[in-house]
């Protein structure tokens, strides 16, 4: 598939649609390349300038990354949706989803295949406690990408756990427990990915202590209780 290898930006469409293509080895090839060519736009200058955000953004320096995506954002010629969808990544990790969600948003403006800012827009939903923005965010993303296993895996949670809160509403003031578990800080997003990490099992919190005499009542009551057996 040479032009994964070879093309430049003006073959994201060509590669955007082989994303959904019948053919497994099709998609799979359309993954990777696409991914390095959002990287291939813009002049020498500004594709090192975007080397360098890439590189604050996976070295975790998330502030510096932010600051050199701004530059590249006002310097550039034309806009590029990966400096936008870095910018996004550094807001995220640095707890500005406000801003990351808006940032996603251009990159999705700017290039409609951009599968990892949608699923970043998903993300940071999620961490906002508003899982129907997230659910859409995420389904945008399957639609642009289907092979996006952790994202498909982040759609069943989100729809098991919506239709459980329908059928038993939370009380007001209370978040949503994301179907036994933690809302998922454990997700992270990365350079063109979306990682999944293991969710932890949500910890019931400690009951309250009681008085010796509680403890004495509670431990006979529960000698007379009959075995199952």
């Known amino acids: 598939f040479a032009l994964s290898l070879l093309g430049d930006y003006e073959s994201n469409a060509v590669l955007g649609r082989a994303l959904v293509d019948r053919d497994r080895g099709v998609r ?32 975790r320096q998330h502030g510096e990354a932010a600051r050199l995506a701004t530059e590249l954002i006002r310097k550039s010629r034309r806009p590029i949706a990966e400096a936008w969808c870095q910018r996004g990544i550094a807001h995220y990790h640095l707890g500005q989803y406000d801003s990351a969600i808006r940032d996603c948003n251009q990159a999705l403006e700017i290039n409609p295949y951009h599968f990892t800012a949608a699923a970043g827009m998903g993300q940071c939903y999620m961490l906002q406690d508003n899982p129907v923005a997230a659910l859409e965010a995420f389904r945008r993303a399957l639609r642009l990408n289907p092979g996006l296993e952790e994202v498909r895996a982040q759609v069943v949670r989100l729809q098991r756990s919506l239709r459980r809160d329908s059928l038993w509403p939370r009380r007001s003031g209370t978040r949503m427990a994301f179907d036994g578990l933690h809302p998922p800080a454990n997700v992270t997003i990365s350079r063109g990915l979306f990682t999944q990490v293991p969710c932890v099992p949500r910890r019931d919190p400690p009951a309250a202590v009681s008085g010796p005499a509680d403890r004495t009542r509670g431990d006979a009551a529960a000698r007379t209780v009959p075995s199952a057996n």
């Open 28 to 59: 799979s090839i359309a993954d990777s390349g696409i991914r390095e060519l959002w990287c291939r736009v813009g002049s020498h200058d500004e594709r090192e300038l975007l080397a360098r955000v890439i590189q604050s953004n996976d070295e």
